[in-house]
């Protein structure tokens, strides 16, 4: 039976160990599979960037593919693998003949889904404009499927909502914020039938710092001297993300919810008890 809604889930930013094991106990627990979950991996592997290793647990787990930022190039064994993980994109504004690719399209079940992935550049580091490289890219996306996401990695909200309200009038599906760790209660549907929020938030410790330790943090902004960042891991986490219905043959978003889970770790509460 051929399905004319597809349901699209989004995770936001993984962090380290914690937010892969909260990624895994969610989406084993889900009653309702989606039939698509696309998760942002930039900090998977301890916090910065992705190891070969985490995103092929992470692709065991039933996540279908991988969106990154700023971060994807801090293991440098990146280098040695994206050209073969046909699941992960990375930002679409770096320069031409930079390893990997900004975009992908992915069959699912009777229709294909495109996935962008773009920098912001307000507060960001330097980098290209995005705004011809994604207007080309929908371009070709749409000779195969309406179905557009775009998971735009940047700090500044103003930055988010210009090309959430810009590109909803081309017709993309979604554009979903990242990159904060911090979800914000802006999700809506624009009246083209494109769902959006700021920020997805991220899956990882609850009790940290946007994932990290808490002293660590703490003690960076007491005497601004660098001091080494590790993932927190209380036993205590969050799932954030967003669920979409999109219409399969219009490509239009009807609906878009957020997700804010708590997940428990029985063994961690147990050894700190």
């Given at each position: 039976?051929?399905?004319?809604?597809?349901?699209?889930?989004?995770?936001?930013?993984?962090?380290?160990?914690?937010?892969?094991?909260?990624?895994?106990?969610?989406?084993?627990?889900?009653?309702?599979?989606?039939?698509?979950?696309?998760?942002?991996?930039?900090?998977?592997?301890?916090?910065?960037?992705?190891?070969?290793?985490?995103?092929?647990?992470?692709?065991?787990?039933?996540?279908?593919?991988?969106?990154?930022?700023?971060?994807?190039?801090?293991?440098?064994?990146?280098?040695?693998?994206?050209?073969?993980?046909?699941?992960?994109?990375?930002?679409?504004?770096?320069?031409?003949?930079?390893?990997?690719?900004?975009?992908?399209?992915?069959?699912?079940?009777?229709?294909?889904?495109?996935?962008?992935?773009?920098?912001?550049?307000?507060?960001?580091g330097l980098i290209e404009s995005p705004w011809e490289m994604l207007n080309n890219a929908i371009e070709e996306i749409k000779k195969e499927t309406p179905i557009i996401v775009i998971d735009i990695h940047a700090e500044a909200t103003a930055e988010k909502i210009c090309m959430a309200k810009y590109y909803a009038k081309q017709g993309v599906s979604a554009v979903f914020g990242t990159h904060t760790h911090v979800q914000t209660a802006d999700e809506r549907l624009y009246e083209e039938g494109c769902a959006y929020i700021s920020d997805a938030g991220f899956c990882g410790d609850i009790n940290g710092v946007i994932g990290m330790e808490y002293e660590a943090s703490v003690n960076r902004l007491l005497t601004s001297i660098p001091e080494r960042l590790d993932v927190a891991d209380s036993g205590e986490y969050q799932v954030n993300g967003v669920i979409i219905t999109v219409d399969v043959l219009t490509g239009k978003a009807e609906s878009i919810e957020r997700i804010n889970e708590k997940i428990i770790s029985e063994e961690k509460m147990i050894m700190k008890g």
């Open positions: 039976m051929t399905k004319d809604k597809i349901k699209i889930m989004f995770l936001g930013d993984i962090v380290g160990k914690s937010g892969r094991f909260a990624v895994k106990n969610y989406v084993a627990n889900l009653q309702n599979k989606p039939d698509f979950i696309i998760a942002n991996a930039e900090n998977a592997s301890h916090g910065f960037g992705l190891t070969h290793k985490n995103y092929n647990e992470l692709l065991s787990y039933g996540i279908d593919c991988f969106t990154s930022g700023n971060h994807i190039w801090d293991k440098r064994e990146i280098f040695n693998y994206i050209a073969e993980a046909d699941r992960l994109v990375r930002p679409i504004n770096y320069p031409k003949g930079t390893h990997g690719c900004g975009y992908r399209v992915f069959e699912v079940e009777n229709c294909k889904i495109g996935v962008i992935n773009v920098l912001g550049r307000t507060f960001m």
